[in-house]
């Protein structure tokens, strides 16, 4: 079986900062990667995913995540962000095996923009 | 245009009683998903079909059932609801063949059960 950790529940930041969104997984097997954006009373979009090659994937929105295999993490980054930026983000996996048929997601961390 | 629609966008229920929700996609899309969010939970699945006629369980199936007659309908009922049932339901959807192809969500139906 698979587990998400989304190591934060809540992370507030300043308008142009930059924010890192932590995410560990656990999995016996190898697992495609992603992470979700859900914006206020919408449903979920994606944001990026990790297949396989560079670890380093760049997503919508100016948003990137590094895949360490060793540290089973995929932290999301932005390196400024901006209001707009205000949502749930959900980190999820899924098993190479059943090719991504079911996502496992993680808790969801709550980033919220302060001007 | 294109994507998902979910109805109702809110119920408040009586405990005992019957609910389905409905989703559609227009997508054509063979797989289809039932999730409810929680919150410090995140999304569960609850019932899945990866083509029309066909169905399986996810994480938390208990208390709902499914059917998918044709493609673009995926109806999740609840027989007999209860409390612990009040949630965020998410239907999503997806295109098969393409590997790890992306989820298309719909924007949620707020069900509460009183």
């Known amino acids: 079986a698979q587990s998400v950790t989304q190591l934060d529940s809540q992370v507030p930041v300043f308008e142009e900062a930059p924010v890192e969104l932590r995410c560990n997984y656990s999995s016996s097997v190898s697992v495609y990667l992603f992470w979700y954006v859900q914006y206020p009373n919408q449903g979920l979009q994606l944001l990026l995913k990790y297949l396989s090659g560079s670890t380093l994937v760049k997503g919508i929105n100016g948003f990137e995540a590094e895949f360490n295999k060793s540290q089973t993490s995929f932290h999301l980054r932005k390196p400024s962000v901006h209001i707009s930026d205000t949502a749930e983000y959900f980190c999820?996996?899924?098993?190479?095996?059943?090719?991504?048929?079911?996502?496992?997601f993680g808790q969801g961390t709550r980033l919220t923009i302060n001007p | 245009i294109a994507g998902i629609t979910q109805a109702p966008t809110s119920q408040i229920l009586a405990a005992g009683r019957r609910m389905t929700l409905r989703c559609t996609q227009d997508m054509r899309h063979n797989a289809m998903y039932w999730y409810r969010q929680d919150l410090g939970l995140g999304l569960r699945l609850i019932h899945y079909?990866?083509?029309?006629?066909?169905?399986g369980k996810g994480e938390v199936p208990d208390g709902y059932s499914v059917s998918r007659a044709n493609t673009d309908d995926f109806p999740l009922t609840l027989a007999s609801a209860v409390p612990s049932q009040t949630s965020v339901y998410f239907c999503?959807?997806?295109?098969?063949?393409?590997?790890?192809?992306?989820?298309?969500f719909g924007e949620g139906s707020r069900l509460t059960v009183l």
């Open positions: 999820a996996v899924s098993p190479i095996i059943q090719g991504a048929q079911k996502l496992v």
């Open positions: 999503a959807s997806r295109k098969s063949g393409i590997r790890a192809g992306e989820l298309f």
């Open positions: 079909s990866n083509t029309a006629g066909t169905t």
